[in-house]
Structures are given as C-alpha cells and as structure tokens.
C-alpha cells in the first residue's frame, strides 16, 4: 500500500545556469582582515547582472527582500501605515515569521534592526540582501553553486526558529525553505542503493514541512512520529540538530529514525544519504547540526502505529521564598529516572517567583509538570499513573509542614494527536532572547541532592522558570540508527532531562543584553554545568556563544564531524555559530572574516 496526500515535488523543471561568468573571490580592502566574505560594494560583491541572471536561472525565484517591519516606518519605499498594525500583530506569531521570507522568532537575530514599530529606526542591515523562494533540489544547489562562486556569505531559513541565530546574517544570501512542499507515507522503505527494504511505516518530508502538518497527517492513518514539541518547528533544524519529543524517551531522538535524506552538498551535488551510500554524509547530517554539511530537501524518517495516550498535570504551588521548595524540587527531579523507568516522560518547569502563565496570577515557586505515558502495556491506566504521580508528590513532600496544592488529572487520549492538536505551543514571537541548556544525567538527578536543590535554586531566574524535560531516557540510550550510530551528542546518550533557561530584555537595550546574557552564562547555565560537569548540552536549544561548544554540543563525536565537514566544506561555503568546524572564521561586525 503506497498511501500519499500530496507527492513530494521536489524535482523541478531544471533550468541550466548558462554562461556564469566567475568573478573573482572577494577582497576586503580592510588590511586588518585580509579576507572577508563578499558585501554589497565589495568588490567581490557579483554585478546587477550577475544577480539577475541567478534571477532567471531561477525563473524569477530570487527575492531582494525588504524587511517587514518597513511597512511602519515613513522613510522606507514599502511604507503603508493600513498595514503596520497587521504586521505588528502577527509578528508575535510563529507561524508568521516562519511563512516571511526573512521572518525569524527572535528580533536580536536580525539586530532589532526593524521592527514594526514607528518610533524606532529601521534599516534592512540586519537581513539577508537576497533570498531564493526555493521549491526544490535544483534551486538550492542553484544557491549554493552561486555562493561558492562568489564567496558570499550563506544561510538556510526553514522556519526561522532557531533560538540560536544560525538561520539569519547580515550581507548574506538565504536559501529559504518553506515552499518546498511535499508529504507521502509508506508501509515499507527501501533506501536507494539498498538491497532490503526496511519494514515498518515511514513518512518523507519535504524540507517546508512543518511539525503540525506531518502529526496532522500521520493521525489521519493511525501513525504518530518523533516530533517537535511546537507545531510549527520545521524538519530541516530539527532533525539535523538531533530533535526531542513526547515520544523520544520511548522510540529514541527524531534524528535517530531518519531513513535516507535529500541533500545539496556545499559543492552542489544533490545526493541521496543512507547507510548504503554516502554514509559519511548520512551520519553527520543526523545531529552535526544545521547549514554545515548540506541543505535537506526531503527526509525520510520511521513512523509508529499509534496508541491511546495517557497524560497528567502535575503541580505543586507554594508561596515565594519557601526554604523547603528547593529541597522538595530536587526531591522530585530524583525520581525521573525512576519515572523513565515506568515508561513516563514529562515536560516540566521549576518556577521562581513567577505570575503570568499557566492561569498563576500572583507570584509563587512552583512546580508544573505534563506527564506523559505512552501506552505500551496493557497494565498502564490512568490509575497507575495517578498512583505513580501522588506516591512521587507525597514522598517529595513527606515530613514538610509547609501547605502546598499538589494536582494531578490523569486523562486519555485516543492518541497523540488528540493531545498534540491543542499543546503543540509555544506559538509566540517576536522578542529578545537567548537561550541556554545542559543536559542531566543519572549521577546528577541522584548522587546529592543537597546539590541538585541549590544547582535548580541558583539556575532559575525571579520571575522565570528553568525546563527540566524528560525526554532522554532510555528510548534515546537504547536507540538503533541506521548504520549502527549517528551524530547526535553523545551526552545525550547518557542523559535523562534536557535543563533549558532563558533570559530576555527590551529591544536596544544594550545594557539589558549585557546583564542578562552574562547572568545566563556566568550564573543560571554555569549552575546546572557545575552540576552536570560530565556530560553536556543540546544544539538546538542553547546559548549561541557556550563555551567550548565543539565539545558541549557533540562529545566525543565532534573530532569525525569535523574531518567530515572539512572534506565535503574545504571552503566553508557553509557557516554558522556554533556550528561544527566554523574555527576559521569570525564575525566583525556585519562581516564574516578570515581568522
Ligand atoms: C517554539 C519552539 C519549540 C521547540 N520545540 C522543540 C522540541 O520540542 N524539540 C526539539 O528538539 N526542538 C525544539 N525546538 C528547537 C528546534 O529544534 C530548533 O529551533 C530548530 O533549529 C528549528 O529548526 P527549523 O528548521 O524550524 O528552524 P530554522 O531557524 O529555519 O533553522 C534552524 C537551523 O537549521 C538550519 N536548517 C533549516 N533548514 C535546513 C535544511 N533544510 N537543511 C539544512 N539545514 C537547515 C538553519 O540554517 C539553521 O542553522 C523548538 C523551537 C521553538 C522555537
Ligand atoms: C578595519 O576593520 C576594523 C574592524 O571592523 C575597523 O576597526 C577598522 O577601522 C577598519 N579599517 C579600515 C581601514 O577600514
Ligand atoms: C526576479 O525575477 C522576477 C520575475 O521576473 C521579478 O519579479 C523579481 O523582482 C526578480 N528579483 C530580483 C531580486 O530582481
Ligand atoms: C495576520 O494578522 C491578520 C490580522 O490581524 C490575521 O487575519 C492573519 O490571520 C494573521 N496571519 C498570520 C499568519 O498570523
Ligand atoms: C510610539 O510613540 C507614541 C508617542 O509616544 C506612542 O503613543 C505609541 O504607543 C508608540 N508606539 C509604539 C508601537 O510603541
Ligand atoms: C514563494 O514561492 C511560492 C511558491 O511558488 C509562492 O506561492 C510564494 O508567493 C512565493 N513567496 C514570495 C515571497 O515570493
Ligand atoms: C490504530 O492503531 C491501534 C494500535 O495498533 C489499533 O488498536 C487501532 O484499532 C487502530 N485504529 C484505526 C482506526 O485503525
Ligand atoms: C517577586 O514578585 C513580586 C511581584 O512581581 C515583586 O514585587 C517582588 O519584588 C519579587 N521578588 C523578588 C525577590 O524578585
Ligand atoms: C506500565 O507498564 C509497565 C509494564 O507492566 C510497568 O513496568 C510500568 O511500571 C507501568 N507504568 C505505569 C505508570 O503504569
Ligand atoms: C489519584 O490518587 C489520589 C490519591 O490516592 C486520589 O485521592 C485521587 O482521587 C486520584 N485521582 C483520580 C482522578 O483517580
Ligand atoms: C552533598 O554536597 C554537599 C555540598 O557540596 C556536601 O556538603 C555534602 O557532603 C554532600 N553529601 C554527600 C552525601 O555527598
Ligand atoms: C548591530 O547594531 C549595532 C548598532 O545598533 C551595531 O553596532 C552592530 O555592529 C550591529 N551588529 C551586527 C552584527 O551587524
């Protein structure tokens, strides 16, 4: 049975680049950097006639962007001041941002540098100059051929999620993603050049898809997937930088179901990756990260029949500045394993005097967890698993004196969807943020819980709350990818809960950044390091400038990820931070310069 809503179309009428005349590569006339990437007016910059003849080589696909925050701003050729309050609205949604051309969810990423808002200036300096709408293969390579040629410097834009600034730079050229289209399931796979076949439900994804549309799809026929927690995550960031889920501490990282792929090398060949051929590539492109090997076009990933679903809230509310707090949260966080153990995963958060989510309107420390139990055994009800929650609440509180409200509703869900179609936010956009994460092990959680309350005491803001997911475990340390392993930091395989902090600050305000981003790594990440020394942190949900990221990010994988990208990248047409084997170049300014 081959059952497909829509084909996947991701070939395209090929058009040939004729007659691209090379210019040469690009010189800064800075003597203090000898050799930057190419910039409108350097001279390396490719002529008016060279970007229009990228143009039709494209049929037209090639976007000079103006930022979408202009529409605000009287000085700029799009103003329309009918339009400024639409913009303004929905560039708190994520679903916005990821459908603009040069939309991201955070504004630091393109340096506040227009936002639709009248009373603040506006420039296009923090966007790409141009963007390809691709639809296909050949229109990325068409993209990544011309900046190679010309040394320019090269994004990739899914969705714009990423919290770490990898999908947006200044003076570049953007390969952006959303509209290659396409979706098909399949009862059996055989990867090309394969001589078996892989049994089992499996869907490929063309690389606009997004995490709502394939969960969407997947229930229509009683499947469900390893999927981003927000509806609108994107597969290509996702899947590249390892992708946790409800499902991960069952069935292992999205990364780890992956199939074969699609991809456009930085040297413009589009090659089909498995563990048949180019198995290099397949390895790395599954946790490497993001923009560093290739551009995904299509994935093919493993699906999963689907079940019932069990999930419960969980809370425990006391008033701010309880001294036991700490003790009872650590007490809590101990028994993940345990939870892990049962087949329960859980998103949960540690609040510190906070208000103003969740229906809490005046501030407490607390505790929420969304607990979660895949059903895989007939003896998994939502008895057993209020049983489990009350026993975990009642031993972590056990001989406190201190009145809390502990809560737990245990529902089922015919399957993950049901749940998923009204949790699949955080939605928003359109702030300053960064991020940061660590990962926790078993010796962490357990060994001293002295330490493990003070490491959670100092880590999570007033006013904010730290991430404590479970959703490593023993799906992601038992997991079996393709070809016996893939790239995905190798903490991950040690560790049970993905710890994530986040601070924000107003748009321009310097000094805000400043405090906040070093309270972030000096104090709230440096906490939870301390605690976890040994292992490390997540790509995808971290602090663009960690220290030492090679190692955080990929453990003792990072020393083949880069002999791999240095081969497949000698040039680095491809360049991010913190990205695997960008040592060679920094950012000055708007520039991206030779070391
Ligand atoms: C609201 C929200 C919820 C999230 N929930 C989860 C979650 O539950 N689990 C989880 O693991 N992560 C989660 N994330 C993090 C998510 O994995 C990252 O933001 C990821 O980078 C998103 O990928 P994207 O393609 O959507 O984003 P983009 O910003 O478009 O891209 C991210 C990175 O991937 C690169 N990239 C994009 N497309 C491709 C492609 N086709 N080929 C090669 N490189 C590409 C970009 O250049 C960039 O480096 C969440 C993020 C947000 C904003
Ligand atoms: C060279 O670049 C550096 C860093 O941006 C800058 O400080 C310096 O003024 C530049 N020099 C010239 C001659 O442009
Ligand atoms: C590319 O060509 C299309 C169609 O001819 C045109 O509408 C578009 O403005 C061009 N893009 C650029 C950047 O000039
Ligand atoms: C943008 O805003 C308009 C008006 O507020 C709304 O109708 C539309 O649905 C929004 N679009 C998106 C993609 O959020
Ligand atoms: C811009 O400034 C005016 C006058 O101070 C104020 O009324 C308005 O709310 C401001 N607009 C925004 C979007 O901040
Ligand atoms: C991008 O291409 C798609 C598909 O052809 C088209 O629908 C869309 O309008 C284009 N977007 C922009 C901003 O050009
Ligand atoms: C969906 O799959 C489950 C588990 O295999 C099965 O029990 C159920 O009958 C299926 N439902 C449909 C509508 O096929
Ligand atoms: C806690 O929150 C309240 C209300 O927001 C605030 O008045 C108080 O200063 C906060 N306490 C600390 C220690 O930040
Ligand atoms: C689920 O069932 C398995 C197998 O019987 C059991 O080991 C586990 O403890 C159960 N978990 C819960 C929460 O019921
Ligand atoms: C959950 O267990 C507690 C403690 O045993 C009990 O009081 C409560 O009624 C149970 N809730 C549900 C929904 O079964
Ligand atoms: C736990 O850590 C604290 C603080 O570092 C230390 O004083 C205590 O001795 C440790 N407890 C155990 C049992 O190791
Ligand atoms: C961001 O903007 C500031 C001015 O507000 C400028 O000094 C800085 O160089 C810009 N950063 C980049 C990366 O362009």
């Given at each position: 049975m081959q059952i497909s809503w829509s084909t996947p179309s991701i070939l395209c009428t090929v058009i040939q680049l004729l007659g691209l005349t090379f210019t040469s590569l690009a010189y800064s006339q800075n003597r203090s950097y000898p050799y930057c990437k190419a910039i409108p007016g350097s001279p390396g910059w490719p002529s008016t006639e060279s970007w229009a003849r990228l143009n039709s080589s494209l049929s037209g696909r090639l976007i000079a962007p103006s930022p979408p925050g202009a529409v605000c701003h009287p000085a700029q050729p799009t103003y329309d001041p009918s339009l400024c309050p639409v913009i303004a609205e929905n560039w708190t949604t994520s679903a916005w941002q990821s459908a603009n051309p040069v939309g991201t969810i955070c504004n630091n990423f393109n340096n506040d540098t227009c936002l639709p808002n009248p009373n603040v200036t506006c420039s296009s300096a923090g966007y790409p100059v141009y963007v390809i709408n691709a639809t296909c293969a050949e229109d990325v390579k068409l993209g990544v051929d011309f900046a190679r040629r010309h040394d320019i410097r090269l994004i990739v834009k899914g969705t714009g999620h990423d919290y770490l600034g990898?999908?947006?730079a200044p003076n570049s050229l953007s390969i952006w993603t959303h509209h290659i289209s396409g979706l098909s399931f399949q009862d059996s796979f055989t990867p090309k050049g394969c001589k078996f076949s892989i049994n089992g439900p499996s869907v490929t994804a063309a690389a606009g898809t997004q995490m709502l549309e394939i969960d969407y799809e997947a229930h229509l026929r009683n499947f469900t997937i390893?999927?981003?927690?927000?509806?609108?995550?994107?597969?290509?960031?996702?899947?590249?930088g390892g992708g946790h889920s409800a499902l991960s501490s069952t069935y292992g990282l999205a990364a780890d179901q992956v199939l074969e792929m699609e991809i456009v090398t930085p040297g413009g060949e589009i090659l089909t990756i498995n563990e048949c051929q180019n198995t290099d590539l397949f390895w790395a492109m599954r946790g490497g990260g993001g923009s560093t090997f290739g551009v995904i076009t299509s994935v093919t990933f493993k699906a999963f029949q689907s079940m019932p679903f069990i999930v419960a809230t969980g809370a425990l509310i006391f008033a701010p500045g309880t001294d036991v707090f700490w003790d009872i949260i650590a007490n809590v966080l101990s028994q993940y394993p345990a939870l892990d153990e049962q087949g329960i995963m859980t998103y949960s958060l540690v609040a510190r005097n906070f208000t103003g989510q969740y229906g809490i309107t005046s501030p407490v420390d607390g505790f929420l967890g969304t607990f979660m139990l895949p059903v895989l055994h007939p003896d998994n009800t939502t008895d057993s698993l209020n049983t489990t929650l009350w026993n975990l609440f009642n031993q972590a509180t056990a001989g406190s004196s201190v009145p809390f409200t502990p809560l737990v509703i245990p529902q089922v869900y015919p399957d993950f969807w049901a749940w998923y179609s009204v949790n699949n936010g955080p939605l928003d956009a359109g702030f300053d943020q960064y991020i940061g994460s660590r990962l926790l092990d078993g010796k962490a959680l357990t060994q001293n819980l002295t330490e493990l309350a003070a490491a959670f005491k100092a880590a999570t803001p007033y006013g904010?709350?730290?991430?404590?997911?479970?959703v490593g475990g023993k799906g992601v340390m038992?997991?079996?990818?393709?070809?016996?392993?893939?790239?995905?930091?190798s903490a991950w395989r040690t560790a049970y809960v993905h710890s994530v902090v986040g601070v924000q600050w107003q748009p321009f305000d310097k000094a805000g950044e400043k405090e906040q981003t070093n309270l972030l790594n000096d104090v709230y990440i440096e906490a939870l390091r301390e605690l976890a020394p040994s292992t490390g942190a997540y790509v995808n949900e971290a602090y663009t400038y960690e220290p030492n990221f090679q190692e955080t990010f990929w453990g003792t994988n990072y020393p083949r990820l880069l002999e791999i990208k240095r081969r497949v990248d000698p040039n680095d047409v491809f360049w991010c931070q913190p990205c695997v084997g960008n040592e060679r170049w920094e950012v000055i300014g708007d520039m991206l310069c030779r070391i």
């Open positions: 990898r999908s947006a390893v999927g981003g927690g927000a509806g609108t995550v994107g597969v290509g960031g996702y899947l590249t904010g709350a730290t991430m404590a997911y479970l038992n997991a079996k990818p393709r070809g016996g392993s893939d790239a995905v930091g």
